[in-house]
């Protein structure tokens, strides 16, 4: 997943748990988000984990926090291809692929190409 994707996706999430958050008088976003970054004290830790056991759309809130936090928190990495002839009892071999490299390849061929049409048009061939 891009960067801006992920970005995105962490906005859309962050403003839909924000809002299903002020939908509950008593428990607000930013006592979910402590209660999720380990920042709350002993009191209000266990006033959020009773409610977690009778509501279910919190404990679902609180998950999908955690799977943001831990989705934002994996490296972007550049994407990889599976190599194929790769065999299945070993790990997966991946090749890392260069995005740059892969632009400046398609450029050169590309003008490769203008270049031998160009040619062949003078020619008259």
């Known amino acids: 997943m891009s960067a801006d994707r992920r970005a995105a996706l962490a906005r859309l999430l962050h403003d839909a748990l924000r809002r299903a958050a002020d939908e509950r008088e008593d428990l607000a976003y930013e006592t979910i988000e402590a209660y999720v970054d380990g920042r709350l004290g002993d009191v209000d830790r266990e006033i959020v984990d009773g409610r977690l056991e009778d509501e279910p759309s919190l404990r679902d809130e609180v998950a999908d926090l955690r799977a943001l936090r831990a989705a934002l928190a994996a490296p972007a990495g550049p994407p990889v291809v599976p190599v194929p002839g790769a065999a299945a ?6 090749a890392r692929v260069d995005v740059r490299a892969l632009v400046a390849v398609i450029v050169a061929a590309t003008l490769i190409a203008l270049l031998v049409w160009n040619a062949i048009r003078l020619t008259g061939g």
């Open 89 to 94: 009892s070993e790990a997966p071999a991946v």
